[in-house]
């Protein structure tokens, strides 16, 4: 089993930023690929950023790069997502994810989830 706590959310005017923080207990050594989903209200949830705990790798959805940066501290079983030039339309849960097999954007794949952190931009 893997647990996941995320951090960090608020409230931010347009052009703002803020970092969200993802920490996992249990058996992380079993993760593969940790990911940040999020949610806006009446949406289906949606991946925004990828990262492969082994090496590093990470991946983006078209409307964050460039402004988000998904990174880790494996020392302290973290995972980050730096929020830049954040927009209204940035404005969901957010959710981070665990996977023991190769990264996935599609949410029903992972089977490790934290409670969800809210990020409000307003313009």
């Known amino acids: 089993q893997v647990q996941l706590v995320e951090s960090g959310g608020g409230s931010v005017q347009a052009g703002g930023s803020l970092r969200l923080s993802c920490a996992a207990s249990?058996?992380?050594?079993?993760?593969?690929?940790m990911a940040w989903f999020r949610q806006a209200p009446g949406k289906e949830r949606e991946g925004v950023a990828l990262i492969y705990t082994g090496g590093g790798s990470t991946v983006y959805t078209d409307s964050v790069k460039g402004r988000f940066t998904i990174s880790q501290d494996i020392a302290k079983n973290t995972v980050y997502l730096q929020m830049n030039s954040l927009k209204p339309e940035d404005t969901a849960t957010y959710y981070c994810a665990a996977r023991p097999a190769a990264c996935s954007w599609y949410p029903l794949t992972y089977n490790s989830w934290g409670q969800g952190t809210q990020v409000t931009v307003s313009s």
């Open positions: 249990g058996f992380t050594h079993s993760i593969n690929c």
